[in-house]
């Protein structure tokens, strides 16, 4: 299912953060958006998944009209959100937090949830033995993997993602985008939004370069991979490509 | 020895009433950070209501369904006109809130029932005395009855779905919507608990200790205080905080003066307030609900 952006608004009361941002990711696609702090991509995804209202602007999803539907309206629509610092349900077991990632698709048959479950733990092998596990005690990785295979639950066909390498090991951030690969493989919609503009331009298809509420630069990840204005940006050595992202565009 | 036993086992019986109203506050403040100061007047509305039914003719049970039916109306009633339309709900907007429905009911209730107390026919008259403690049957029955119910809400957040959902609600409300959980609608759910269980002690109190329009004032704090020491977030520590609280107050009456037996539960207040802010058991974020 592709997504379609086009000059999507978006703010905190009175205070604007998106100023029109345009966005493609066609089916299939792995798209990243890289951008320095308060750039607006954590804002982004809160507006593509309806946690932030859009001012203006239109979201499409395979060419439906979905601007202005809240979170519920959109994890039914198809699109699921792995939030920034990932959320995952901290008392409740890891199998619950899954449980609860179907939670718009409880009314299925309970064989095609145990069936995407079981996808979705494939993906992720680890998690298979911590499933009776709190999620809070699991590690930044395995919450990352939990978050992201929470979102996998409720079945969806476009998968935006909030920085799912941060403050992760090296090793990690390579297995999560391996996963992420696959899901592309699959025919699975992806939008990232990295820090880690290496790891990102190694598996994205193409890339979207955010700076100050707007898309400055988009391209397909080889091409913009060489282009001077973005390896002084981001791949150069003067950037820490590790950086926290924790107060983009909230306050 | 034998007044030890008396007094822990009056404890007991009335701790179980105020672990109920415990589990209201806790089902209510966990899901929405509301702290329903009304939580006491359910109580109360559902001891009035079923004397007034059972007087009217009604058998008792049928008047206990009633009185906890009328009251879980009037808790989803509560959120959806006070509670639901605040846009930004925090903690302090929330006592200001139910100090207002709280007024208002009581104020209703005096209106209704006017200004007398009194008591429901217990479900079965008298007692029986055993090695010297003298039980009367209703406290088992307030025992039985809430230990059930207790374990029902325990079951509810624990084993179905609608129960984690709620209690996603409480830990990452934002993950909560975007797994499509309804926050309004986990709200509401808490409000129907709370007025579900605060009926239903306050029908089993009332033969025992008898209802006013006023009884939901004592029968509130108490409950929010057992609330309190198990740190607000868990209905075992709800359970463990009223049974506790119940006791202390009954051996500080027994032993010392039952002028002071109110005043335990605001000495506790104060003590676990100052010493151990999440409860006397167990972390804060562990258990929660």
């Known amino acids: 299912m592709s997504l379609e952006v086009r000059g999507l608004a978006a703010g905190y009361g009175r205070l604007e953060v998106l100023h029109g941002v345009d966005l493609d990711a066609g089916e299939g696609q792995l798209v990243a958006v890289i951008g320095a702090n308060g750039a607006g991509k954590t804002t982004l995804l809160r507006a593509l998944s309806g946690l932030v209202p859009a001012t203006a602007g239109t979201v499409r999803l395979a060419g439906v009209d979905v601007t202005g539907s809240g979170p519920e309206r959109l994890a039914r629509a198809g699109l699921a959100h792995v939030p920034e610092n990932r959320l995952v349900f901290p008392t409740l077991t890891v199998e619950d937090n899954l449980v609860l990632g179907a939670y718009t698709r409880r009314r299925q048959p309970a064989a095609e949830r145990t069936r995407v479950r079981d996808r979705a733990l494939a993906l992720f092998p680890r998690l298979q033995p911590r499933l009776q596990q709190a999620a809070g005690t699991l590690s930044g990785g395995e919450q990352q993997m939990l978050a992201i295979a929470r979102g996998l639950m409720a079945q969806p066909r476009v998968l935006v993602l909030d920085e799912p390498s941060v403050g992760l090991a090296p090793r990690l951030v390579g297995e999560i985008f391996t996963a992420l690969g696959r899901l592309r493989d699959d025919g699975l919609t992806l939008v990232a939004v990295e820090q880690n503009a290496r790891a990102a331009f190694a598996v994205a298809d193409s890339v979207s370069v955010m700076d100050r509420g707007r898309v400055v630069l988009h391209g397909d990840a080889a091409t913009l991979a060489t282009d001077p204005r973005v390896t002084a940006a981001f791949l150069g050595g003067g950037v820490s490509a590790e950086a926290t992202d924790a107060s983009d565009g909230r306050h | ?289």
């Open chain 2, 1 to 289: 020895m034998v007044d030890l036993l008396q007094l822990v086992f009056a404890g007991l019986s009335q701790g179980a009433v105020y672990a109920l109203i415990a589990i209201g506050f806790v089902a209510v403040f966990t899901v929405s950070g509301v702290i329903n100061l009304a939580q006491g007047e359910f109580a109360a509305l559902a001891g009035l209501v079923a004397i007034s039914a059972a007087g009217s003719g009604l058998p008792l049970p049928a008047a206990a369904v009633v009185a906890v039916a009328s009251v879980a109306v009037v808790a989803v009633l509560m959120e959806r006109l006070a509670i639901a339309p605040v846009k930004r709900m925090t903690t302090l907007v929330s006592l200001i809130l139910t100090l207002g429905v709280s007024t208002g009911l009581k104020a209703l209730m005096l209106l209704v029932y006017g200004p007398n107390a009194e008591g429901l026919t217990p479900i079965t008259p008298g007692g029986v005395t055993v090695g010297g403690v003298s039980i009367r049957y209703q406290e088992l029955w307030i025992l039985a009855v809430a230990g059930l119910v207790a374990l029902a809400v325990y079951w509810f957040y624990e084993r179905t779905l609608a129960g984690k959902a709620l209690r996603a609600c409480a830990e990452q409300p934002v993950a909560a919507r975007l797994v499509g959980i309804s926050l309004g609608r986990a709200s509401l759910t808490a409000f129907l608990i709370a007025g579900c269980v605060g009926a239903v002690a306050g029908v089993l109190a009332s033969p025992v200790y008898f209802t006013s329009w006023e009884s939901g004032l004592t029968l509130g704090l108490k409950g929010f205080v057992a609330a309190t020491l198990g740190g607000l977030v868990s209905v075992r520590g709800a359970v463990l905080g009223g049974l506790l609280l119940g006791v202390l107050e009954n051996l500080t009456a027994g032993y010392v003066s039952t002028g002071l037996r109110d005043a335990v539960a605001f000495l506790l207040l104060i003590i676990v307030l100052v010493a151990r802010p999440s409860g006397v058991f167990g972390r804060h974020a562990e258990a929660r609900v």
